[in-house]
């Protein structure tokens, strides 16, 4: 099973998912020297939240992280 974030069966509150997208973004700028903002209009208005599990989560870094190395 994956550890979900955001929802009834989530392993953090609100304000630790909003602790976690900070510093995730941190490290992303830290480590690969990209900028990104995870909690984009994109990302709060899409349907299935990129921040439900872990795994999804993880997704949606790589990809803004794709994103804006391609830009």
């Known amino acids: 099973m994956e550890s979900v974030l955001v929802g009834?069966?989530?392993i953090i509150d609100?304000?630790?998912v909003v602790s976690l997208?900070?510093?995730v973004e941190?490290?992303?700028e830290a480590e690969h020297s990209a900028s990104i903002i995870l909690a984009n209009?994109?990302?709060?208005?899409?349907?299935?939240?990129?921040?439900?599990?872990?795994?999804i989560l993880?997704?949606?870094v790589v990809a803004m992280v794709q994103e804006v190395?391609?830009?």
């Open 58 to 60: 993880a997704d949606h």
């Open 14 to 16: 609100s304000l630790g």
């Open 8 to 10: 009834p069966d989530a």
């Open 69 to 71: 190395r391609a830009a």
């Open 41 to 55: 209009e994109k990302a709060m208005s899409a349907k299935n939240s990129p921040f439900r599990t872990v795994g």
């Open 26 to 28: 941190q490290i992303v």
């Open 21 to 23: 997208i900070v510093e």
